[in-house]
C-alpha cells in the first residue's frame, strides 16, 4: 500500500483536497454569509468533485511516473517506483482506474448541477496530464504553463460548481443588487498567486533536474537558455507575485475588516508570504547545487501553503 500512496504523492493530494475545502468554507461561505446566504450545492456533491478532482490529480502523478522513468533515474533515483516496486502494467492499470474513476464523478456531479458540459473540464484535464507526460514536459514553457494552469485551476473549481446553484437567489440578489463578484475577485486572487508560484516552482525543479534533461534531450528552460538565464527568469516571476501580491492586498487591506485597520492580515502576509518570497529570490539566485535548488523548491511549496491558510484568517476577521 505505501508504494501506491508513494505514487500518487498522497501529500499534494491532500494539499489539493484542502485547498478546496477551505476556498468553498472560508472564502465562498463567509462572503455569501455577509450578504445573508447560504452555500447551495449539497454536502455530498461537493465530496464527490473533491474526489473527482484528487483522483485525476493522483493517476496524472501516475502517469507522469510512468513516462519518466529514465529521467528519474538519472535525477533522482531513490525516488523511483515504477519498474521497481510497481510493475509498469500496474502503473497504468493504476492510472487508468484512478482517472477513470475521476471522470465518472466528475461527470455525475456536473450532471446533478444541471451543467452537463462542466464535465469536458475532467475529461479535458485527464488528456492534458497524458499529453503532458508524454509531450508537453518535453517542450520549451508549455509544460511548466499546463502545470502552473492545472494548479490556478482548482480554488476555481468550488465556485464554478457552486454558482450554478445560487440560481435559488436569483430573485434576492437582483432586488438587493447584491454584487457578487467580490467572491470571484477573492478566489480568482488564489487561483493567480498559485499560477505564479507553481511557475516558478516548475521551473526551479527543471533547473534541479537539469542533468537527466540534458541527456534525455528535453528542451526545458534551463536546458534552452542556460541554468543563469531559468534563474533569472524564476527570480522576474518572483518578483511580479511579490508586486502584486503589495498591490492587490493594499486594495483590500483597509475593506476586510469592520473594526479598522487590519493589522492581523498584514502581518500575516509579511511574515508568511512576502518575507518568504523575498528570501526564495536569493536563495534561487544563489543556489549552485541539487540540494539548494531542491530546498529553494520546498520554499516555494511552504509559500503557497501559508497562501491558502490564510482562508483561515480572512474567514476569522470577516466573521
Known sequence: MYKYLRLIRVKNLLIVAATMVLIRYMIIQTLLNGYGLELQLPLWWFVELVAATVLIT??????ND????KADLINRPETVVVGKTITRRGAIAFHLALTITGIALGTIVSFKVGRPIFSLLFFLTSGI???????????????????AILTGTVPLIPLIFELPMLGTYRDIIFIYQLNLRVILYWVGGF???????????????????????????RDTIPVHYGVKKAKLIVAS???????????????????????????????????????????????????????????????????????????????????
Open 58 to 63: 493522483a493517476g496524472g502523478y501516475v502517469i
Open 66 to 69: 510512468y513516462f519518466d522513468t
Open 129 to 147: 496530464l497524458w499529453f503532458y507526460s508524454t509531450i508537453y514536459k518535453r517542450q520549451l514553457l508549455i509544460g511548466n504553463l499546463v502545470v
Open 191 to 217: 487561483a493567480f498567486f498559485g499560477f505564479l508560484l507553481t511557475l516558478a516552482r516548475e521551473i526551479i525543479k527543471d533547473i534541479e533536474d537539469f542533468e537527466g534533461d540534458t541527456t534525455l534531450g
Open 237 to 319: 516571476i518572483l518578483a511580479i507575485t511579490l508586486v502584486a501580491l503589495v498591490i492587490l492586498f493594499s486594495a483590500y487591506l483597509f475593506k476586510i475588516s469592520k473594526t479598522g485597520f487590519d493589522y492581523i492580515s498584514l502581518v500575516y502576509m509579511v511574515v508568511l508570504v512576502a518575507l518568504p518570497i523575498f528570501v526564495l529570490i536569493f536563495s534561487v539566485l544563489l543556489a549552485s547545487t541539487k540540494s539548494e535548488y531542491h530546498r529553494a523548491s520546498l520554499i516555494c511549496k511552504l509559500i503557497m501553503l501559508s497562501g491558502v491558510l490564510y482562508t483561515l484568517v480572512f474567514a476569522y476577521i470577516v466573521n
